[in-house]
Every structure is written in C-alpha cells, then in structure tokens.
C-alpha cells in the first residue's frame, strides 16, 4: 500500500470518528495498522484538511461532478455547432470595428 493511500484511508476513519486531523494522530492509527509511513505524508495531509470538514467534502463530491457530465454528453454536432458561435462572433467583432472607423489599414 503507498504512503498516500494509508496516509488517505487513516485521515477518513479520523473524520468518520469527528476526530481532528493531524499528523500526531494520523502516525499513531498507521502504526497501530503495522504501516510504515514518512512523517512528511502525515504533515502534508494534516495541513492540507485542516479546518476542512472531510465529510462534507466527501458528500459533495456528486455534486460537483454532474455538471460536466451532462456536458460531456452533448451529442458530436454540438462540437460543430459551438464553433460556429465562435466564428459568428469573431466576424461581428470585426464587423463592429469597421462601423466604429477604425479598420486595420485606416
């Protein structure tokens, strides 16, 4: 098991147990689990979550992920269609610079 992984599975069963998370407490649950870990592993992870609540990170994480999931289901004809508005507007830029008087050769 890497480093992160057991450093990762010892800061969740810390916050199930609405424990605070740090490095003290994160080394101890890994030796008492017979895992060898760099102290670095349990400072960075201890750094990282703190003043973070675990749980409700974890139970947003559905959340945030179906948005680009329905945008990734967009049918392939959609791609071609976004180009075109892209193009559609960069015509109408250039069209808006010239109405104004100021074309490129002016």
Do not use: C, R
Not at 5 to 15: E, F, G, N, R, V
Not at 49 to 74: C, I, R, T, Y
Not at 96 to 103: A, E, I, L, Q, V
Request: hydrophobic share 50%.
């Amino acid at each position: 098991m890497s480093a992160e992984l057991a450093t990762s599975y010892a800061a969740l069963i810390l916050a199930d147990d609405h424990v605070e998370i740090t490095s003290d407490k994160l080394q101890t649950l890994l030796k008492a689990a017979n895992v060898e870990v760099e102290s670095i592993w349990t400072s960075l992870f201890a750094k990282a979550l703190e003043g973070k609540d675990v749980a409700a990170m974890l139970s947003n994480v559905g959340a945030a992920g179906s948005a680009p999931a329905a945008g990734a289901a967009a049918p392939a004809g959609g791609a071609a269609a976004a180009e075109e508005k892209v193009e559609e507007k960069a015509e109408e830029k250039e069209e808006s610079d010239d109405d104004m008087g100021f074309g490129l050769f002016d």
